[in-house]
């Protein structure tokens, strides 16, 4: 956006001119009023600036050149939080006052443009925070319209504070006077507090005893003493250790009974992330940005080839993230975590829940774990209106793709567009939706999302609201939790939605509250092609596309659960190209949790029912195990759907790696074998597929387990093995793209599907595809998993509203 292009035919010449600027884009509730009218004062403009739906409109009367002068400053150095979208000028009349004014937002009954997003405390307010002589002085609740709690103290827009959690905190003087100040930086800073009438901390025991002196530098030894702390943080609690030491992370899994899941980990400053963590620059922008999310990073002990080879690299104990090549960091985000930290390197900073319930965010739910998992809980009286876990990213290459999309970034929109030429616009280029001359809001689209990691999306015009991550729906308490965001975002934004779409599986949670909504329309979206859709609406790509959909079961439409899946896609529908072999799923979730049943179905497949006599080693893996009972089921067909599922069979090569034969959570298996994968050297190593095409190609997995058999008898390293698979599911994805490219005549391929979380596979599949003719689009904006299904979703429930398609 440049301002000559702005002001283009304006003729700003004349000593006496009056002008109105709209700006749009992420422009209200970031601090900037104060600075319009700072840079029209410095220049001795009249006029006013105001938040209205149409966005900030901006009234200016003086000279032509000082008007011009404004309009550059202003594009060139917004407000740091200020995202510029859009600038329109025009000439108005003069009219008289030579003052400069903020008015009042304009409140016509409906929401402003304004969804206010939490922020990282900002590096003025820690320079207060850091001051003796302020009276912020250690106030762990510092904020200004720069940075601090946005929607996690939301409850209802305008973002007012009538409208937030801080409605329950009287203004001071002190306070006020920022408040209503339009030079101070704390202008209309909703959350504004000091120790004179905001928030105040607490330290109290399990028992429920307060604990005597400052909270902050108590908490800090019971810290060091290893005790388990609860922390009330933006969007709930995180449980919080010393991350340095075996014993307290040992304790806090036995307790949350969470024998292997990762806990994030929080740093002191980038310095000690660098000393633990291999961090590559997009890694370092990510931690440092204001959104403040995880970034999962290559642990520096498993770095065997470069610099760090040569130096003593530090190592946390293995219980932070045990059998995982990477490790969840993070930065300090809250002034209390900066308080905290002033006498603490690293600490575990993992969401306090019960296994899948959704986080802990009220003082009652605090209750439930006080004693038995947290011995102290450092807490505050500002309440939690919304839930809201941290976000996370990994950087595959150098590309940021998000894991979990939730604090930092909701409840921000996401824009869709029509096929833009240049999908790298970032949703500037493309033309708008033909969806949106409709008329904003005169219909909504639901998107219900999937199951495992719930996250709704709604539509408003061409704005797509995706919720934060929601959790495991399979829990009672995270559906009433879904439900709960479900209204508050219907009432935020002012829609009811016309349409809902739900996945297939007829067994999801979203599938039975897609019946028990009130919409006109129903539709099903297929799993993997909402997966595909989801990375088609973030780049605005033109159809068709190819698309590889891999992970670990979606329902297929046809009774099978497909999840190793090539498609054709469109917005309003697909076909499928290619898949991978189906094999029986015995047992359902069971086979899941234990990944020797997949192990066994692919060795099956390749000896057929007699596997177990077919090899000393086969039946050295099984032995111990109900193979012959699960071999009986599959050959009955009993309790045994077929799947295709790509993120089986990383399960049953993980079995057959690492011996995991039992998951204690989704993924486990796999983040083995990809962290027995990075210890390889080896980058040569490859197993095959065999490829049958009839309608479509059927992808057989046998000669790789018969090659693994044999690396497992010659006593191959288990690095070698894990590396060698990595590299082939590549391969075989390029292999298979290159022909169906040249087949459609189509070289944009989007990738999606959880098994992209693997950056090991995602880096291989880059590589493999970069000299060939192949664009690939990963996800930037939702996840690769099943938290970002409901955006595809959403996206096919709009095309069919366009193009008037009855067709569920
Ligand atoms: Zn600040
Ligand atoms: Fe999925």
């Not at 928030?199 to 005893?209: R, Y």
């Not at 793709?401 to 930092?408: D, I, K, S």
């Not at 879904?482 to 349409?499: G, I, S």
């Not at 000299?771 to 690769?784: I, N, T």
Request: aromatic share 8%.
């Amino acid at each position: 956006m440049r301002w000559s292009e702005a002001a283009d035919g304006i003729d700003l010449t004349g000593s006496m001119v009056r002008v109105r600027l709209v700006v749009n884009g992420r422009v209200q509730g970031v601090g900037f009023r104060p600075t319009v009218y700072r840079y029209a004062k410095e220049r001795g403009l009249g006029g006013f600036v105001k938040n209205t739906n149409e966005g900030v409109v901006i009234e200016l009367k003086g000279r032509g050149p000082d008007i011009e002068s404004f309009g550059k400053a202003l594009l060139k150095h917004p407000p740091p939080l200020a995202v510029i979208e859009s600038l329109s000028v025009s000439l108005a009349e003069p009219a008289g006052g030579k003052d400069f004014r903020i008015l009042e937002s304009e409140v016509a009954g409906k929401p402003g443009t304004l969804y206010p997003v939490d922020t990282a405390v900002c590096a003025d307010c820690l320079r207060e925070m850091r001051d003796p002589e302020d009276r912020r002085y250690r106030y762990p609740f510092i904020n200004c319209t720069n940075c601090g709690p946005r929607f996690t103290i939301i409850e209802g827009l305008p973002y007012d504070r009538p409208l937030t959690t801080m409605n329950e905190f009287g203004m001071d003087p002190y306070c006020r006077t920022e408040y209503t100040d339009p030079a101070n930086r704390r202008f209309h800073a909703e959350p504004v507090s000091c120790p004179g009438c905001g928030p105040v901390l607490e330290l109290v025991s399990a028992g429920g005893d307060q604990v005597k002196g400052d909270p902050v530098v108590e908490a800090v030894r019971l810290l060091k003493e290893g005790r388990i702390l609860a922390i009330k943080g933006l969007g709930g609690y995180h449980l919080s250790c010393l991350a340095c030491e075996p014993e307290p992370v040992a304790k806090l899994r036995r307790r949350k009974k969470r024998p292997a899941k990762p806990f994030a980990v929080m740093f002191r400053d980038i310095g000690a992330v660098e000393r633990f963590c291999l961090v590559n620059e997009k890694e370092r922008e990510l931690l440092l940005s204001p959104r403040s999310p995880i970034v999962i990073l290559k642990k520096k002990s498993l770095d065997t080839r470069g610099e760090s080879a040569l130096e003593e690299v530090e190592s946390l104990p293995e219980e932070v993230a045990p059998r995982n090549g990477y490790i969840g960091a993070f930065l300090p985000y809250t002034p209390l975590h900066h308080l905290l930290f002033e006498n603490i390197e690293v600490l575990v900073m993992t969401s306090a829940n019960f296994t899948d319930e959704p986080l802990i965010s009220t003082e009652q739910e605090l209750e439930k774990i006080m004693g038995g998992i947290a011995d102290y809980a450092l807490t505050n009286n500002r309440r939690i209106a919304h839930k809201c876990d941290d976000s996370i990213y990994f950087v595959p290459g150098s590309l940021p793709v998000p894991l979990r999309r939730a604090r930092g970034y909701v409840p921000e929109p996401l824009y869709l567009e029509e096929s833009a030429d240049d999908p790298d616009s970032g949703g500037k280029a493309g033309r708008k939706l033909s969806f949106t001359a409709k008329g904003p809001a005169k219909e909504s689209v639901l998107a219900l999302g999937g199951q495992e990691k719930g996250a709704f999306a709604l539509t408003k015009g061409d704005s797509v609201f995706v919720s934060a991550h929601l959790g495991d729906l399979a829990d009672i308490r995270s559906q009433q939790n879904y439900r709960r965001e479900l209204e508050d975002f219907q009432k935020m934004l002012h829609v009811t939605p016309q349409m809902v779409v739900r996945d297939m599986h007829p067994d999801y949670f979203t599938s039975r509250l897609a019946g028990e909504l009130e919409a006109e329309r129903v539709i099903e979206v297929q799993h993997h092609h909402a997966h595909a859709v989801s990375v088609m609406a973030e780049y605005g790509l033109r159809e068709p596309v190819l698309a590889v959909s891999f992970d670990g079961t979606g329902y297929g439409g046809d009774g099978t659960l497909w999840g190793g899946e090539f498609l054709l896609a469109g917005y309003g529908g697909f076909e499928r190209l290619a898949h991978i072999k189906y094999l029986p799923l015995t047992g359902g979730e069971k086979a899941v949790e234990e990944p020797w049943r997949m192990a066994l179905m692919h060795l099956r497949n390749l000896y057929g029912d007699g596997v177990l006599e077919a090899s000393d080693i086969i039946s050295r893996l099984f032995r111990g195990k109900e193979a012959g009972v699960i071999l009986d089921m599959a050959a009955r067909g009993v309790n045994s759907i077929p799947t295709s599922s790509i993120g089986r069979l990383f399960d049953a090569v993980s079995f057959l790696v690492t011996g995991i034969s039992r998951a204690s959570f989704e993924g486990e298996a796999p983040i083995a074998l990809e962290e027995a994968a990075l210890k390889s050297s080896d980058t040569e190593k490859r197993y095959r597929f065999d490829y049958v095409t009839k309608d479509t190609t059927v992808i057989d997995p046998a000669p790789l387990f018969e090659a693994m058999l044999a690396d497992i008898k010659s006593g191959a390293p288990s690095g070698e093995m894990a590396s060698a698979f990595h590299h082939s599911v590549a391969d075989m994805t390029v292999d298979i793209l290159k022909r169906l490219s040249r087949e459609h005549d189509c070289s944009r391929v989007v990738v999606s599907g959880g098994v992209f979380q693997n950056r090991f596979l995602c880096e291989s599949l880059m590589k493999g595809a970069s000299p060939l003719d192949l664009e690939l689009y990963f996800h930037r904006k939702v996840p690769p998993n099943d938290g970002g299904i409901s955006l595809g979703q959403a996206r096919v429930g709009i095309e069919r509203i366009i193009t008037g398609s009855s067709q569920a």
